[in-house]
């Protein structure tokens, strides 16, 4: 950890200090055909603003969740390989940050992807956990086959017309300090645009964007320190990282944007409308976790990479702070349902203005992190809503979403916290965990209030402005707009308002079943229905027609093979009958071969001859 | 001996084929179908000598070497013949070869 | 020089002779032949150029080349011709590997092990000879030699079944072998050589006309396509899997059908190029199918072996595809992909042979949980199953993206084909997992004793090799690329 804030530090104090190591991971020479010099295949490392940014994250999260871990997992059996995932998953998602080409980048995603695999299902006992992970995996797979796509379209895309002769003989590395590529000659608009259509894609994979986010409220089955530090502060930043290294380092066609912009902005209210009404701490926080990243994803697409970036940033703080107080909270009572618990805050004093902070700060109220990030972002949307009339919508719908937000996350915070006792008698009596989990818990909590206030530390706005300047986008930060942040933070307080009156001071606010918004209710409670739908055409179309092809290779394919047994089979017994025994008939098939010899050889052999004239 | 000659012995020689070849398909008596092979293998042996000799000289004398290494041949094969039909009829009480489809599968 | 081919061969024909006298002490004459064997190996590669260390001067062509005459004959020679180059390399040092793999993991083998253990040093020496073979009879010869101890070790070790799967394997892949041979008499007799040596082979089939070439892959290609196999020539494979033993199936799925793609690459694709060029397509439909077909077959299947081995269907249609290509990167993946292949699918078919043994059965869907139980198992075969579905870090990784990139820029968009396929590969392995090891565990450990030392060894170095491959795939370009073929720096 100590190492990466230090470079991190020294890229702040002077750029480009840290120039990229590399080595040949895999070489083809010179050789006729569609790479005729040859490529290489390098893995190395480079650090620049975009990384050393990125890095602060993954080693303080990472070092403070494992801090965290030694109280949270202390009863657990399978200790080593819990600390073994995690370590390996620290350093492939270090390898990712540094990573100074796709496909290095490509290989470290893949192995963040499993490290994740295996998180989530670290209670591989409980079926639903096996289940979950496989889901992630499978989910984030088809988002990374799209990725790789866009790989081979981007690598042939400049094998030829890239920098330094093409990346062919370069290996795909970022070219360091360079402007985008798009307008290099050799750049056909299209692929470009298709290319960055399956960046998104995996990108939206990673960082569980519509229409591929279902399995990160699943992957909750995970221990809540794995969700803090990889589904919320690392892993499902990737997809964000990788599009704000993709519009830095490849650039984006407008289209590209567009759908971008829609994607993020269309995540972070469907995401936050689903976590309005669930009833799972864990689950909450993970809806609020992909709308989030919808936030982050939305303002990459409007172009401003490094303000995405920027809500990375604190957003890794504060969203770590809430799943490390709801570890707590669930460490003390052993549930994850909100409706069982209440009162808490009498026991966890600090837990529970652990969690009011981030809250607070996810809900962008001022001076919390979250405010100077989410406000960045709102005002740098705003600021490119004159470049197409489409952005509109994406726009209002993301800004619709800070009310949804606070009111969700201050719903669970009443929920847990207010009120005289659990509503659920049978709940143990609620303890603070021990001072390896509060540590964490405090510093997080610092980090959640300051970290916005960041921005206005010289080295760190200086950081800021590189990256943006190495997107080849002028260095002007997006100006916060007074109104603009004026009616965010009332409609964040309203949020809260309302999550007050309904659930304030043990209140619980239950729905008429006879209410009209009983469907509506129904249907994020189902979560779209989207989850059924995927397991249906898993359940009931593929696995189907698998079934369906094993019974064609069966009794087709292999039915025509042991056809063709018993055709030769039954041939043989026939022609066995022939076979008498009577030496008299076996001397008729003599004689008979004769004759058909006689006649081959003295009428049909000339006749040949004669006809076809051969030597 | 003339072009003539030789094609009158070459026709004695096939009608003996024909001898040995309509016995070996009709008789069923093991003595019998031995003696329509022996009628037909001379035919062979025949034709040896008639070639042989035709045009004289030309050949030296393998033509009569082989004929009697034939006819020796010939004695064996009849004599393993015998005794097959001694074997048969102490086995079958028959000599007829239509009873004998032990090979059969 | 050592003629260390010769030695080689040598070593393993002594060796097969030795284990079938050795009786119930077999399987130490098994291992010292193993281990003699590869360190034979490591020989050749220490003189190989590309291996790290070696500082020679490039030598074109094949090494380690020798020529002693056979039969000779006034109008052609038959020639006793061994020699390797990067490509035929790499399958000894597979062979070396399976071969010393599958000794250790079949340590505990009770039923005549001087016939097993002799009968899997025979399939080696066969196919090491395969791989080194220069002279197309001799080629024949050795593939030949393959299938004999194959056919024992399936009809006599294996399953209820057994007889059936192995007259199948047999007569499926002699038929092919037959077609294969009229095809390479023909390739000699057509193109005018005076030799059934490969480089006057290869030299006298450049006048072939085109009709002629086409006429000439398409035998050869039958033949070896049996062997890969592809759909719809491949239903011998799940039966021969699932009845063979595991010692048979290893060998099967690790060296047997990298037999074909060996044999596709030395003695058809750069021997008859039009040939190639002309039935491309074909070739790319059966690739698309058989990888196709492979991939969403595994997802039916209820026995773990005929999941790996359907499976193989697949990942050697990914080979086909990349042999097809025709291009410098896919021959690369072609040979990459099936050094994996062997590796990985060696492994798999241990894994299975070990669930066989703990649990009695390999049925997915009565099987479950069995982590709690076996935990080194379970690692076992999750290392497979990720090293086969293309995990960076393990060897399946750089072999699948290099022949994507290949089919990407070989034939474009069509490479959504194999690449949406992905997704069902990891779909059926992981939901394997998801059924067999996690979860709650099913009726109890009927058998469980822990995993023996030696099946554990065995399936150990294969998964230590997965990593380190995977880690450092230039350890096998570098030497593969040294090959005379399509202007690598061999020619």
Same mark, same amino acid.
């Given at each position: 950890?100590?190492?990466g804030?230090?470079?991190?530090f020294?890229?702040?104090?002077?750029?480009?200090?840290?120039t990229?190591?590399?080595?040949?991971?895999?070489h083809?020479?010179?050789?006729?055909?569609p790479?005729?010099?040859?490529?290489?295949?390098?893995?190395?490392?480079?650090?620049?603003?975009?990384?050393?940014?990125?890095?602060?994250?993954v080693?303080?999260?990472?070092?403070? &969740?494992?801090?965290?871990?030694?109280?949270?997992?202390h009863?657990d059996?399978?200790?080593?390989?819990?600390?073994?995932?995690?370590?390996?998953f620290?350093?492939?998602?270090?390898?990712?940050?540094?990573?100074? @080409?796709?496909?290095?980048?490509?290989l470290?995603?893949?192995?963040?992807?499993?490290?994740?695999?295996?998180?989530i299902?670290f209670?591989?006992e409980k079926?639903?956990?096996?289940?979950?992970?496989?889901?992630?995996?499978?989910?984030?797979?088809?988002?990374?086959?799209?990725?790789?796509?866009?790989?081979?379209?981007?690598f042939?895309?400049?094998?030829?017309?890239g920098?330094?002769?093409?990346?062919?003989?370069?290996?795909?590395?970022?070219?360091?300090?360079?402007?985008?590529?798009?307008?290099?000659?050799?750049?056909?608009?299209?692929?470009?645009?298709?290319a960055?259509?399956?960046?998104?894609?995996?990108?939206?994979?990673?960082?569980?964007q519509?229409?591929?986010?279902?399995?990160?409220?699943?992957?909750?089955e995970?221990?809540?320190?794995?969700?803090?530090?990889? !589904?919320?502060?690392?892993?499902?930043?990737?997809?964000?990282?990788?599009l704000?290294?993709?519009?830095?380092?490849?650039?984006?066609?407008?289209t590209?944007?567009?759908?971008?912009?829609?994607?993020?902005g269309f995540?972070?209210?469907?995401?936050?409308?689903?976590?309005?009404?669930?009833?799972?701490i864990?689950?909450?926080?993970?809806?609020?976790?992909?709308?989030?990243?919808?936030?982050?994803?939305?303002a990459?697409?409007?172009?401003?990479?490094?303000?995405?970036?920027?809500?990375?940033?604190? !957003?890794a703080?504060?969203?770590?702070?809430?799943?490390?107080?709801?570890?707590?909270?669930?460490?003390?009572?052993?549930?994850q349902?909100l409706?069982?618990?209440?009162?808490?805050?009498? !026991?966890?004093?600090?837990?529970?203005?652990?969690?009011?902070?981030?809250?607070?700060?996810l809900?962008?109220?001022?001076?919390?992190a979250?405010?100077?990030?989410?406000?960045?972002?709102?005002?740098?949307?705003?600021?490119?809503?004159g470049?197409?009339?489409?952005?509109?919508?994406?726009?209002?719908l993301?800004?619709?979403?800070?009310f949804?937000?606070?009111?969700y996350?201050?719903?669970?915070?009443?929920?847990a916290?207010?009120g005289?006792?659990?509503?659920d008698?049978?709940?143990?009596?609620?303890h603070?965990?021990?001072?390896?989990?509060?540590?964490?818990?405090?510093v997080?909590?610092a980090?959640?209030?300051?970290?916005g206030?960041? &921005?206005?530390?010289?080295g760190?706005?200086?950081?800021l402005v590189?990256?943006t300047?190495?997107?080849?986008?002028?260095p002007?930060?997006?100006?916060t707009?007074?109104?603009?942040?004026?009616?965010?933070?009332?409609?964040?307080l309203g949020?809260?308002?309302?999550?007050?009156?309904?659930w304030?001071?043990?209140? &619980?606010?239950s729905?008429?079943?006879?209410s009209?918004?009983?469907?509506?209710r129904?249907?994020?409670? @189902?979560?779209?229905?989207?989850?059924?739908?995927?397991?249906?055409?898993g359940l009931?179309?593929?696995?189907?027609?698998?079934r369906?092809?094993?019974?064609?290779?069966?009794? &087709?394919?292999d039915?025509?093979?042991?056809?063709?047994?018993?055709?030769?089979g039954?041939?043989?017994?026939?022609?066995?009958?022939?076979?008498?025994?009577?030496?008299?008939?076996?001397?008729?098939?003599?004689?008979?071969?004769?004759?058909?010899?006689?006649?081959?050889l003295l009428?049909?052999?000339?006749?040949?001859?004669?006809?076809?004239?051969?030597? | 001996?003339?072009?003539?000659?030789?094609t009158?012995?070459?026709?004695?020689?096939?009608?003996?084929?024909?001898?040995?070849?309509?016995?070996?398909?009709t008789?069923?008596n093991f003595?019998?179908?031995?003696?329509?092979?022996e009628?037909a293998?001379?035919?062979a042996i025949?034709?040896?000598?008639y070639?042989?000799a035709?045009?004289?000289?030309?050949?030296?004398?393998?033509?009569?070497?082989?004929?009697?290494?034939?006819?020796?041949f010939?004695?064996?094969?009849?004599?393993v013949?015998?005794?097959?039909v001694?074997?048969?009829n102490?086995l079958?009480g028959?000599?007829?070869?239509?009873?004998?489809?032990?090979?059969?599968? | 020089?050592?003629?260390?081919?010769?030695?080689?061969l040598?070593?393993?024909?002594?060796?097969?002779?030795?284990?079938?006298?050795a009786?119930?002490?077999a399987?130490w004459?098994?291992?010292g032949?193993?281990?003699?064997?590869?360190?034979?190996?490591?020989?050749?590669f220490?003189g190989?150029?590309?291996w790290?260390g070696y500082?020679?001067?490039?030598v074109?062509?094949?090494?380690?080349?020798?020529?002693?005459?056979w039969?000779?004959?006034? #109008?052609?020679?038959?020639?006793? /011709?061994?020699?390797?180059d990067g490509?035929?390399?790499?399958?000894?040092?597979?062979?070396?590997? +399976?071969q010393?793999a599958?000794?250790v993991?079949?340590?505990?083998?009770t039923?005549?092990p001087?016939g097993?253990f002799?009968?899997?040093?025979l399939t080696?020496?066969?196919?090491?000879?395969?791989?080194?073979a220069?002279?197309i009879?001799l080629?024949?010869l050795f593939?030949e030699?393959? *299938?004999?101890?194959?056919?024992f070790?399936?009809g006599? #070790?294996g399953?209820?079944?057994?007889?059936?799967?192995?007259l199948?394997?047999?007569?499926?892949?002699?038929?092919?072998?037959?077609?294969?041979?009229?095809?390479?008499?023909?390739?000699?007799?057509?193109?005018?050589?005076?030799?059934f040596d490969?480089?006057?082979?290869?030299a006298?089939?450049r006048?072939?006309?085109?009709?002629?070439?086409?006429f000439?892959f398409?035998?050869?290609?039958?033949?070896?396509?049996?062997?890969?196999?592809?759909?719809?020539?491949?239903? #011998?494979?799940?039966?021969?899997?699932?009845?063979a033993?595991?010692?048979?199936?290893?060998?099967l799925?690790?060296?047997?059908?990298?037999?074909g793609?060996?044999?596709?690459?030395?003695?058809a694709?750069?021997?008859?190029?039009?040939g190639l060029?002309?039935?491309?397509?074909l070739?790319?439909l059966i690739?698309?199918?058989?990888i196709? #077909?492979?991939s969403?077959?595994?997802?039916?299947?209820?026995?773990?072996?005929?999941?790996?081995?359907?499976?193989?269907?697949?990942?050697?249609?990914?080979?086909? +595809?990349?042999?097809?290509?025709?291009?410098s990167?896919?021959l690369?993946?072609?040979?990459l992909?099936?050094?994996?292949h062997?590796v990985?699918s060696?492994?798999?078919f241990m /894994?299975?042979?070990?669930?066989?043994?703990?649990y009695?059965?390999r049925?997915?869907?009565?099987?479950?949980g069995?982590?709690?139980? /076996?935990?080194? *198992?379970?690692?076992?075969?999750?290392?497979?199953?990720l090293?086969?579905l293309?995990?960076?870090?393990l060897?399946?990784?750089?072999?699948?993206f290099?022949?994507?990139?290949?089919?990407?820029?070989g034939?474009?968009?069509?490479?959504l084909?194999?690449?949406?396929?992905?997704v069902v590969?990891?779909?059926?392995?992981?939901w394997?997992m998801?059924r067999?090891?996690?979860?709650?565990t099913?009726?109890?450990?009927?058998? /469980?004793?822990?995993?023996?030392?030696?099946?554990?060894?065995?399936?150990g170095?294969?998964?230590?090799l997965?990593?380190?491959?995977?880690?450092?795939?230039?350890? +096998?370009?570098?030497v593969?690329?040294n090959?005379?073929?399509k202007?690598?720096p061999?020619t």
């Amino acid at each position: 950890m100590v190492l990466g804030v230090l470079i991190a530090f020294g890229e702040m104090l002077s750029p480009g200090t840290y120039t990229n190591v590399q080595i040949t991971w895999l070489h083809l020479p010179p050789a006729p055909g569609p790479f005729p010099n040859g490529f290489s295949l390098v893995m190395g490392t480079l650090v620049d603003p975009i990384s050393s940014l990125m890095l602060v994250v993954v080693t303080v999260v990472g070092f403070l &969740v494992m801090l965290y871990s030694i109280g949270y997992m202390h009863s657990d059996r399978g200790l080593p390989r819990y600390y073994a995932e995690m370590s390996l998953f620290l350093a492939a998602m270090t390898g990712l940050v540094l990573a100074n @080409n796709l496909l290095e980048f490509f290989l470290f995603w893949e192995l963040v992807g499993v490290c994740s695999y295996f998180l989530i299902g670290f209670y591989y006992e409980k079926p639903s956990a096996a289940s979950a992970a496989k889901e992630a995996f499978l989910v984030t797979r088809i988002g990374d086959v799209l990725f790789l796509l866009g790989i081979f379209l981007y690598f042939s895309t400049y094998a030829t017309a890239g920098p330094d002769g093409g990346w062919a003989a370069n290996g795909f590395v970022f070219a360091h300090n360079s402007v985008p590529f798009l307008p290099l000659p050799g750049a056909n608009t299209t692929t470009l645009t298709i290319a960055g259509l399956l960046i998104l894609g995996g990108a939206a994979g990673k960082s569980a964007q519509f229409p591929l986010h279902v399995w990160l409220p699943d992957a909750m089955e995970g221990p809540t320190t794995v969700s803090a530090l990889i !589904h919320a502060a690392t892993m499902v930043a990737a997809g964000v990282y990788l599009l704000a290294v993709a519009s830095v380092f490849l650039g984006f066609t407008p289209t590209d944007q567009l759908a971008i912009v829609a994607v993020g902005g269309f995540t972070a209210f469907f995401a936050a409308t689903m976590a309005v009404v669930h009833p799972d701490i864990k689950r909450v926080i993970a809806y609020s976790t992909i709308s989030q990243l919808g936030y982050m994803v939305l303002a990459i697409g409007a172009g401003f990479a490094m303000v995405g970036l920027y809500h990375l940033f604190t !957003h890794a703080f504060f969203k770590a702070l809430l799943f490390l107080a709801a570890g707590s909270v669930i460490h003390a009572v052993g549930t994850q349902d909100l409706f069982r618990m209440g009162g808490l805050k009498k !026991h966890m004093r600090l837990t529970a203005a652990a969690f009011a902070i981030g809250g607070l700060a996810l809900a962008g109220i001022p001076p919390f992190a979250g405010f100077w990030s989410k406000d960045d972002i709102l005002a740098s949307v705003y600021s490119q809503l004159g470049t197409h009339p489409l952005y509109w919508p994406f726009f209002v719908l993301a800004f619709s979403a800070v009310f949804l937000t606070a009111y969700y996350i201050f719903r669970a915070w009443f929920l847990a916290f207010s009120g005289d006792g659990p509503r659920d008698p049978t709940l143990p009596a609620a303890h603070e965990g021990p001072w390896v989990m509060q540590v964490p818990l405090v510093v997080l909590s610092a980090f959640a209030v300051v970290a916005g206030l960041f &921005v206005f530390v010289p080295g760190f706005q200086h950081l800021l402005v590189q990256g943006t300047v190495l997107g080849g986008i002028p260095p002007t930060y997006p100006a916060t707009d007074l109104a603009l942040s004026s009616i965010s933070v009332a409609l964040g307080l309203g949020g809260i308002g309302l999550a007050w009156t309904l659930w304030g001071n043990g209140r &619980v606010f239950s729905l008429a079943e006879t209410s009209p918004v009983q469907p509506l209710r129904r249907l994020l409670l @189902n979560r779209y229905y989207f989850k059924a739908g995927y397991d249906a055409i898993g359940l009931r179309a593929v696995y189907p027609f698998a079934r369906a092809t094993d019974f064609v290779d069966r009794f &087709v394919i292999d039915g025509t093979v042991r056809g063709l047994e018993r055709m030769f089979g039954a041939g043989s017994d026939r022609l066995r009958s022939i076979q008498s025994g009577l030496v008299s008939d076996y001397a008729a098939y003599v004689v008979a071969g004769l004759l058909a010899l006689f006649v081959l050889l003295l009428i049909v052999g000339p006749y040949l001859l004669g006809r076809f004239g051969g030597g | 001996m003339t072009e003539l000659a030789l094609t009158g012995f070459l026709g004695l020689s096939a009608a003996l084929v024909g001898i040995g070849i309509f016995g070996i398909l009709t008789r069923r008596n093991f003595i019998l179908l031995l003696i329509s092979v022996e009628i037909a293998m001379n035919a062979a042996i025949l034709n040896f000598v008639y070639f042989a000799a035709f045009p004289s000289g030309t050949h030296g004398l393998s033509g009569q070497a082989i004929t009697v290494v034939l006819i020796g041949f010939a004695a064996t094969e009849v004599a393993v013949g015998l005794a097959i039909v001694l074997a048969l009829n102490r086995l079958k009480g028959t000599i007829n070869v239509a009873r004998a489809t032990e090979l059969k599968l | 020089m050592l003629p260390l081919i010769s030695i080689v061969l040598a070593t393993l024909a002594l060796g097969t002779v030795g284990t079938f006298a050795a009786g119930t002490r077999a399987r130490w004459v098994a291992l010292g032949t193993s281990a003699l064997f590869l360190a034979e190996v490591g020989l050749l590669f220490a003189g190989f150029t590309g291996w790290p260390g070696y500082s020679g001067t490039l030598v074109p062509g094949f090494s380690y080349t020798e020529t002693h005459p056979w039969i000779s004959l006034a #109008w052609m020679h038959i020639d006793y /011709a061994v020699g390797v180059d990067g490509i035929s390399l790499i399958f000894v040092l597979l062979t070396a590997i +399976l071969q010393i793999a599958t000794v250790v993991y079949s340590w505990g083998e009770t039923q005549r092990p001087a016939g097993y253990f002799g009968l899997v040093m025979l399939t080696c020496l066969g196919c090491v000879g395969v791989f080194v073979a220069l002279d197309i009879l001799l080629f024949f010869l050795f593939w030949e030699l393959v *299938l004999v101890p194959m056919f024992f070790l399936i009809g006599y #070790w294996g399953g209820p079944n057994r007889r059936y799967a192995a007259l199948k394997f047999f007569i499926y892949t002699h038929v092919a072998s037959i077609v294969m041979l009229v095809g390479l008499l023909a390739l000699v007799f057509y193109s005018g050589a005076t030799s059934f040596d490969f480089a006057s082979v290869y030299a006298a089939a450049r006048g072939l006309a085109p009709v002629v070439q086409t006429f000439l892959f398409l035998a050869l290609f039958f033949g070896f396509a049996v062997k890969f196999p592809i759909v719809p020539f491949h239903t #011998w494979l799940p039966d021969a899997h699932v009845e063979a033993p595991t010692g048979g199936s290893v060998l099967l799925a690790g060296l047997l059908l990298k037999l074909g793609g060996y044999g596709l690459i030395r003695w058809a694709v750069e021997v008859l190029p039009s040939g190639l060029h002309s039935v491309q397509p074909l070739l790319f439909l059966i690739a698309f199918l058989s990888i196709f #077909w492979g991939s969403v077959l595994s997802l039916a299947q209820r026995d773990l072996k005929r999941l790996v081995a359907y499976s193989s269907i697949n990942h050697m249609g990914i080979v086909l +595809l990349a042999i097809a290509l025709d291009s410098s990167l896919g021959l690369l993946a072609a040979v990459l992909l099936m050094f994996a292949h062997g590796v990985v699918s060696g492994l798999l078919f241990m /894994a299975s042979g070990s669930v066989h043994h703990q649990y009695g059965t390999r049925d997915i869907a009565s099987l479950g949980g069995i982590t709690p139980g /076996a935990p080194a *198992l379970s690692t076992m075969i999750m290392a497979g199953g990720l090293a086969s579905l293309g995990l960076p870090a393990l060897i399946g990784f750089p072999a699948e993206f290099t022949a994507f990139l290949a089919t990407w820029n070989g034939l474009g968009y069509w490479v959504l084909i194999p690449l949406s396929v992905l997704v069902v590969t990891a779909a059926f392995y992981l939901w394997m997992m998801q059924r067999m090891l996690f979860g709650e565990t099913k009726g109890g450990p009927p058998d /469980a004793h822990g995993l023996p030392w030696y099946e554990s060894a065995g399936m150990g170095l294969l998964v230590a090799l997965t990593v380190l491959f995977g880690v450092l795939p230039s350890l +096998l370009v570098n030497v593969i690329v040294n090959s005379p073929i399509k202007g690598w720096p061999g020619t």
